[in-house]
């Protein structure tokens, strides 16, 4: 089975553990030699009503994903793992 990274960002990243929307796919991450895909990358909601900028991302290792539907990716993870904080950036940086 072959998918596109473009069809990959037109489907919705579900957790089945508690079967929370996480949002959709925003970047990848893959292994330069191989070209495996290593982990998904998820934006993290907004501070407020999904606005005014994402606190984080969720980096989803790929052996954590579980089934690639049609329009949905389902993943079993504990997001405490897979969260990362945003990285704040200077006024002028």
């Known amino acids: 089975m072959i998918i596109r990274f473009r069809e990959l960002c037109c489907k919705e990243v ?5 079967g929370r929307r996480l949002g959709y796919v925003s ?7 191989s ?8 934006p993290c909601p907004g501070r407020f009503f999904g606005l005014f900028g994402a606190r984080g991302i969720y980096v989803l290792p790929w ?3 579980r089934r690639i539907g049609d329009d949905l990716i389902l993943v079993d993870v504990c997001l405490e793992d897979v969260r990362h904080p945003k990285e704040k950036r200077g006024i002028f940086s």
């Open 14 to 18: 579900i957790n089945i553990c508690d």
């Open 35 to 42: 070209g495996r895909i290593i982990s998904l990358s998820v």
């Open 63 to 65: 052996q954590c994903i």
């Open 27 to 33: 970047d990848l991450e893959l292994e330069a030699e």
